[in-house]
């Protein structure tokens, strides 16, 4: 029982179930990659530099924030601060994941090898940039949007125009939901020194930037859809993304209380429709 416990805790620990929100991306831009003749072999060596290289991340950054954490009463029950986990065992998560992404990014080529160093050096300093700078919803943008470029150099061994757009697209997407979610801690980051784009531009402004970035993302999906030539599918399922996005700011435009349900079910099911409606115009 002690092993499932920790196991348990590990998962918990590292956020397993937001897997939803950057995979969907990452394994659109695979397919899309392989021109719809894709190979088991592959897709299993991009799913493990997904898992590891999040993995390594989000144990990286349950170390650098264990403090700020421990005082901060939404987060202190987590595993860190609440003893649940030690902070050798993290580190050695951490270590472990971070170099089973870079021998599983050799399985597939030599630029992804060669890049995933750099990405795994993204993904960390998202964790650090709380410390100074306000734009750390744009960081946890582009760490999570380094994924759908990363699948298509696992199978191209290049990177497209084409991965760039929908990278963009996840950045602007990732920072406008999470620009909603740091409100949680507007104040307590006031108090503690916590950099954020919430505590530079205050809540009413937040909201606004939120929706900026929320368009900016759907004119991206636009763009990707017209730079791949998807059809009609694709296009539907692009409407359903925005029904989404509009759901979410209207949940939440009086009531932080409802963040669950913005962040957690609009933008996991706005990734895994965006998914299915990629694989719906690829081989239907």
Known sequence: MAVVTKIRHTLELIKFSHTVFALPFALAAYFVATGGHWDSTTLLWVM??????RTSAMAFNRL???KIDQDNPR????HL?????????VMGLTLISGVGFVLAARQLNLLAFWLAPFCLAVLYL????????????????LALGLAPVGATIAVLGKITLS?????????FWVAGFDLLYSLQDINFDRQHQVHSLPVKLGERRTFWLSRIFHAVFFGLLLLYGQQVSFGEVYWIGCGISAIFLVYQHFTLRNDLQKIQA????ANGLLSIFFLAFVLGDLYL
């Open 48 to 53: 493990a530099c997904l898992v590891l290289a």
């Open 64 to 66: 650098a924030d264990a």
């Open 75 to 78: 987060t202190r029950q987590r």
């Open 81 to 89: 601060p609440a003893g649940l986990l030690s902070r050798r065992f």
């Open 126 to 141: 998202y964790s650090l940039t709380k410390r100074f700078t306000h734009y750390t919803q744009l960081f946890l943008g």
């Open 163 to 171: 991965s760039i757009i929908l990278g963009l697209a996840v950045l």
């Open 262 to 265: 913005a962040f957690f079910t």
